[in-house]
């Protein structure tokens, strides 16, 4: 997919550049690696902390890239490098982001979905609820939809989500269901209800290999 080149503030474009820089430090052989304060994960770490401590709107720098950069092109340390307050204030445009996303930039998608698991419980359901409602409202999925196209399209959101599989997720499974019992309809909630028997079908297997017991809805 090709977009425009929406450009990016110095200090990420830095930090970028050190990052690159890491990645190729370990491509060589151990004895061919560069030691002391010239080593790549170092200066990756004084371009990190430059990055934090930069005036640049780091929360309005990374809300533009969402909105104009191909989304598998957005990499995790961008947002992996923010501070409590600025993951709070980019974390709801990250995840609305994400619900369009299907499978794809799956580091992106869970690094998101950990920040809303690791939120107070009450908070998180709050802004899972929202920026769900949100994303419905925006794409114009109602129970009326007008065409063919756009019913497939709002069928596809409702089953693809991997945000399902989160804890706050599995938590307010039913919450979500009367959201979208309100906006879409009945037919897309069965839809939703559908795609719960697969993830629980999914989680049980997935008890059965690894000793845990299965998660539940605490709606």
């Avoid at 191909?70 to 501070?83: A, D, G, I, Q």
């Avoid at 399209?153 to 989500?161: C, K, L, M, N, P």
């Avoid at 997720?169 to 719960?196: C, N, P, T």
Wanted: with cysteine; net charge negative; glycine share 6%.
């Amino acid at each position: 997919m090709n977009l425009p080149d929406i450009g990016m503030s110095p200090e990420l474009a830095r930090l970028d550049d050190a990052a690159y820089a890491v990645i190729e430090h370990h491509k060589r052989a151990p004895d061919q690696r560069i030691q002391g304060l010239q080593d790549p994960t170092f200066q990756y770490q004084l371009e990190a902390m430059r990055y934090r401590l930069a005036l640049t709107d780091r929360v309005a720098e990374l809300e533009r890239q969402l909105a104009g950069r191909y989304y598998k092109h957005l990499p995790v340390r961008w947002f992996s490098e923010l501070n409590a307050e600025e993951l709070l204030r980019v974390l709801p445009t990250l995840i609305e982001a994400t619900l369009g996303w299907g499978h794809g930039n799956g580091y992106l998608m869970w690094f998101a979905y950990g920040c809303l698991d690791s939120l107070p419980r009450d908070q998180a359901r709050d802004l899972y609820l929202q920026v769900f409602a949100r994303s419905m409202r925006v794409y114009g999925m109602t129970a009326a939809l007008p065409d063919e196209r756009l019913i497939y399209a709002a069928e596809t959101f409702v089953t693809s989500q991997q945000i399902y599989h989160s804890k706050t997720g599995h938590e307010y499974q039913a919450a979500l269901r009367d959201v979208i019992r309100v906006g879409m309809g009945e037919r897309f909630v069965s839809l939703y209800d559908q795609e719960w028997v697969s993830i629980r079908a999914d989680d049980a297997a997935d008890a059965v290999s690894d000793g845990r017991t299965e998660r539940t809805d605490h709606s």
